[in-house]
Structure formats: structure tokens, C-alpha cells
């Protein structure tokens, strides 16, 4: 893939509750996002606090498949909502009102994810180490920082499923080949 045209980082503490640091290339942190769990260990809720700017509220919608949530700003404005269809299939769907997305493992045998866009292609990767907790993240297209971050939240709660190669890698090769032509 061609050069990002923005990299971030994160640092995950704490176990039951994570906390997301988000931090830009040069190392400012941008701000925090929390996962909160009922008693139970079922994520119901995350929340994006910036250092400036407006708060974002993740919620589960009602349902029982993990990848069901929103996003709404502090406003109440709703910005987008995923669904994955399938607990076994790893495809989960975004809708931003404006366009259909998909969160799609990485290539390879690596853990992370990828956000794709039906016609233009792959527009950001999600990547975690093996042996960390702590994600880049790059983006590739122009895209609202939201949407990386509603990204970035479904995919972290279910990232050991990402470390399998997926039936989309020859999509995704083929997707990268004509990019690469263009």
C-alpha cells in the first residue's frame, strides 16, 4: 500500500475497564477512550474524551451480536452504527449515513483490521503486535478521525479473531494491485 497520510498510536492500560491513550505521530496524546463492562464482562459502552473538541458516546445497540454498536457525539447527533450479521464470519458493517463501510481482518497472518470502502479500497489499518496491546493506526484516504476511532473501538474488542488470514486476502491483494496501476 502507498504511504499513510496519518499515522497514530495507542497505549491500552488497565483489564476489566481499558483505557485507550490516542496519541498523534509526534507523540501528543489527542485523548482517551474508555471501555466500560457490566458486571457481567459484556462491553455495553465506550466514550472518546478529547483534550478539545466534543465527547463521543459508543453504544451497544439492542441485540445479541457483538459487533452492534453506534457512535453519537455529546450532542446527540448520531454519527454511525455497525452490525456484524454473523458471530462466526469476521466482517462487521459500518454505516455512516453516507456510505457503507466493512472492518475486515488484516492480511496475512497478523492481528488487526482494516476499514474498506466498497469501490475505493482499503482507507485505514489497524495493527497490534503480538505481544502488545498497544495499535497504529493509519489511514490512507481522507476520512473523519471519528470514524478511524469507531474503527478502532469495534476492532479492539474482538482483535484475537483478527490473527487468522481471511478468505478477503486475495481481495485485498487484488484491490492493492489495482491501486498500484492507477
Not at 484475537?160 to 486475495?170: K, N
Request: positive net charge.
Amino acid at each position: 500500500m502507498t504511504n499513510a497520510r496519518q499515522t497514530f498510536r495507542t497505549e491500552v492500560s488497565g483489564l476489566w475497564s481499558p483505557r485507550h491513550r490516542i496519541l498523534d505521530d509526534e507523540g501528543r496524546e489527542l485523548g482517551v477512550l474508555s471501555v466500560h463492562r457490566n458486571r457481567f464482562g459484556m462491553v455495553v459502552s465506550g466514550e472518546y474524551r478529547p483534550e478539545r473538541g466534543e465527547v463521543l458516546s459508543f453504544r451497544r445497540d439492542p441485540g445479541i451480536l457483538r459487533g452492534q454498536f453506534s457512535l453519537w457525539t455529546d450532542g446527540k447527533e448520531w454519527l454511525g452504527s455497525s452490525l456484524r450479521w454473523n458471530v462466526v464470519r469476521r466482517q462487521i458493517d459500518v454505516q455512516t449515513g453516507s456510505k457503507p463501510l466493512r472492518i475486515v481482518p488484516a492480511l496475512g497472518w497478523r492481528r488487526g483490521w482494516r476499514l474498506v470502502a466498497p469501490k475505493t479500497g482499503q482507507m485505514a489499518l489497524i495493527e497490534t503486535p503480538l505481544c502488545s496491546r498497544n495499535s497504529t493506526l493509519r489511514v490512507y484516504r481522507k476520512m473523519d478521525f471519528e470514524l478511524l476511532l469507531f474503527a478502532y473501538f469495534l476492532g479492539s474488542l474482538i482483535l484475537t479473531e483478527s490473527l487468522l488470514p481471511t478468505a478477503l486476502d486475495a481481495l485485498g491483494s487484488a484491490t492493492q494491485e489495482a491501486a498500484a496501476a492507477s
